[in-house]
């Protein structure tokens, strides 16, 4: 997988471990707010309760010749008030015209350690009058519930305050808490989820399987097999249909391929061959001609070498697209084969450009061997060779170079033309691409002599490729892994 690319399974992942995190958080914030609200209602029940309470307490008080609570003094009030106050929940009558009285029991002691204490209950609504529904409100990081409920006859307003025990320290704690357990509901919904999109994402690996398997058999069949809808999920069969039809339809262009190349061997090379037989026959009675006529000749041996040379770099492509493409490997010194390569060229008219340099002996790629096909190896030097002579001027010089490293041996062939541009530098070898910035008019070929090269080389186990040179021009260079011959 490229850098930087997310995959499905991935993306997936990602979604899922997402979604479960967002939806934990919305878990807690919801259970948050219905344990506050349950809270809430509680004190409300509380409340009610403990007003009822201490109404039914004051009348009993009244049958039992008790004053009434407006003659009440504070220290009966606080009585009162001290049978329904506890260690967390502070009962204090507030009086519109009177300072509010307050329990003073043991239990409720804890109200008042505080030095600060007004503003816990000023917080509270110390002496507000009315009634007030019941109200969340957090005090020095400490969480309390308040409420107030009048009492009949103008007698007072009841008010309630409830230390709820949450405090900071106890809260973090919840916290941490809860993070663990969210983490731990990642780490398990990751291995499961890793699991369910794996087993979910096996129909799609296996037509990957199938689509990489698509190429054209030596037997002339596309691929190995089809891709069957039935057990696939419902979203693979348009994907699985256009798979099938997409082979078919190279069944066929490859077909016509094959049958074309058939043609072209059984009806082109055989005239091709007698023209340029007879051209050859021509050229040494060329002497006897006139000099137009003889310059005829000439325009017809070269154009049915060339056209021989084409029919035949299409028949070798064809085989190649089509894995048919045989080649003779045997064991080859390439110094060797340059050597007698350099001798041969000097009879054709860009021979005596070429530079060549005899290595010491004791160069490691005097004596290097490969395992490659020579007739094609030589034909590969040649076609760069032929190349180099066209695309630089007829006084510059073109050399061929050989080095090695441990493992491979480097053929070199550069030139002094204008050279390839880096973003053209791999388009040169798609079949019948030709550079426009270093083509000119009077530069002819076919675009198919450096798609040859690199076909042929490839099924050598090499490689072929422009490299950067000082100067200006273009380097073609020839990479074949060094076979280690043990004695």
Not at 112 to 119: E, S, V
Not at 338 to 364: C, E, K, N
Request: proline share 5%.
């Amino acid at each position: 997988m490229a850098k930087g690319v997310v995959s499905i399974r991935q993306r997936l992942w990602l979604s899922l471990v997402a979604l479960i995190s967002v939806s934990y958080g919305i878990l807690l914030v919801t259970t948050e707010v219905v344990i506050q609200r349950d809270r809430l209602q509680r004190h409300e029940r509380l409340v009610m309760a403990t007003a009822a309470a201490i109404n039914e307490n004051l009348a009993i008080r009244g049958n039992q010749g008790i004053p009434a609570l407006s003659r009440l003094g504070e220290q009966d009030l606080r009585e009162v008030l001290n049978e329904f106050s506890a260690t967390r929940v502070l009962v204090w009558l507030s009086r519109p015209s009177a300072p509010p009285v307050f329990p003073n029991s043991a239990s409720v002691q804890e109200f008042f350690t505080d030095p600060n204490r007004n503003q816990l209950l000023i917080a509270a609504g110390l002496n507000a009058p009315g009634m007030q529904k019941p109200r969340t409100f957090t005090y020095r990081g400490e969480t309390y519930f308040t409420c107030s409920m009048p009492l009949g006859n103008g007698q007072g307003v009841l008010r309630f305050l409830e230390d709820v025990g949450i405090s900071p320290a106890s809260r973090q704690e919840n916290l941490i808490i809860l993070l663990g357990i969210w983490l731990v509901l990642v780490l398990i919904a990751t291995l499961l989820i890793r699991q369910v999109t794996a087993l979910a994402l096996n129909p799609l690996l296996g037509l990957e399987r199938v689509m990489d398997d698509l190429s054209l058999r030596p037997s002339g069949v596309v691929g190995g097999e089809r891709v069957l809808t039935d057990g696939q999920p419902q979203e693979l069969h348009g994907i699985a249909a256009s798979y099938n039809s997409l082979a078919d339809r190279l069944q066929k262009a490859w077909t016509q391929q094959n049958l074309l190349m058939r043609s072209m061997s059984h009806e082109l090379l055989t005239p091709v061959t007698l023209i340029s037989s007879n051209a050859r026959r021509l050229a040494r009675l060329a002497g006897d001609l006139p000099a137009d006529q003889s310059r005829l000749v000439d325009s017809l041996q070269t154009e049915a070498g060339r056209v021989n040379s084409l029919v035949t770099s299409l028949l070798d492509l064809a085989r190649g697209d089509s894995n048919n493409l045989s080649l003779q490997s045997t064991l080859i010194n390439p110094y060797r084969l340059l050597q007698q390569i350099y001798t041969d060229v000097q009879v054709l008219p860009w021979g005596s450009r070429l530079q060549w340099q005899d290595l010491d002996q004791a160069d490691p790629a005097v004596n290097a061997t490969i395992h490659a096909d020579g007739e094609r190896l030589r034909q590969c030097v040649l076609n760069a060779l032929e190349n180099a002579s066209k695309y630089s001027q007829a006084d510059q010089p073109i050399y061929m170079l050989i080095d090695s490293t441990p493992e491979l041996v480097r053929i070199r062939v550069e030139d002094r033309g204008p050279g390839i541009p880096e973003a053209e530098r791999e388009l040169v070898f798609e079949p019948f691409y030709r550079s426009k910035l270093t083509t000119g008019e009077e530069v002819r070929g076919t675009g198919v002599g450096l798609a040859i090269v690199r076909l042929l080389i490839e099924r050598m186990g090499g490689n072929v490729k422009i490299v950067d040179q000082e100067q200006s021009g273009t380097t073609l260079q020839f990479e074949l892994p060094i076979c280690h011959v043990q004695s």
